[in-house]
């Protein structure tokens, strides 16, 4: 089956901020030693999403953060198969002892980037799913992996303190910190929801920009 694979990132990619080292393993050590309740298992993968942007560059011209926090190490090799119909999958390849993260070759960039950084949070979970996602009325085990997934893609990809540096320094609208960010729109919405954030965008729209109209 053709595939590409990639070592390194997108020229895209240059322009974003790259965190310092952090091993996987150090990412698992974040996890409890005993079952957790959904809510915990959420604020984990916050927390591991923190862990690895918590050193960007403050004074970074463009407030994006680099796929390389998982292509770059974590021996995980992302693979483009041209006959790839699912947004994502993984696996382990105990041939090179490497995770693989399979993607659809054409897929939009935005979709790519933030089934990545998804997938990533299942590769971390590997070993102790059953202790995260135990099911309850409401979800079964495997909604609740994909659910912390998301919730871990999201915080990623569009880290509180950068959406509000995007905000403060010019991005007036939906469109623009899509751009910024290079994500789907769904995200950037459910990031502005769950930080307030839309309140900010909805007064900026509200008020006339003087400059232009000078």
């Known amino acids: 089956m053709p595939r590409l ?7 895209r990619e ?8 952090v091993r996987l393993t150090e990412l698992r050590a974040m996890m409890p030693l005993q079952p957790a309740t959904f809510e915990q298992s959420l604020r984990l993968a916050e927390r591991q999403a923190e862990v690895l942007t918590k050193d960007l560059a403050a ?3 463009i407030p994006a953060v680099s796929i390389s926090v998982v292509t770059g190490r974590h021996r995980v090799r992302v693979e483009y ?11 382990w390849d105990t041939g090179t002892r490497q995770w693989v993260i399979e993607l659809p070759w054409d897929a939009a960039w935005p979709d790519k980037r933030y089934s ?7 590769i971390l979970d590997y070993h102790q799913a059953g202790d995260l996602y135990r099911g309850d009325n409401l979800r079964s085990p495997a909604s609740q992996a994909d659910e912390a997934a998301r919730r871990f893609a999201d915080h990623l990809l569009v880290p509180t303190r950068l959406l509000r540096r995007a ?3 010019g991005a007036d609208t939906i ?9 789907p729109t769904s995200v950037v919405l ?12 909805r007064n900026k729209a509200r008020t006339p920009d003087i400059g232009r109209r000078s």
């Open 190 to 201: 459910r990031r502005l929801s769950e930080t307030g954030l839309d309140i900010v965008l």
């Open 81 to 91: 198969p041209l006959d790839q119909r699912l947004p994502s999958a993984g696996f």
């Open 14 to 21: 240059t322009r974003k901020i790259c965190p310092p080292h």
């Open 116 to 122: 990545l950084a998804r997938e990533f949070k299942h």
């Open 175 to 183: 469109e623009e910190l899509t751009a910024v960010f290079l994500v």
């Open 59 to 61: 004074g970074a011209a």
């Open 5 to 11: 694979h990639v070592s390194s990132i997108s020229p």
């Open 167 to 169: 905000l403060d320094t």
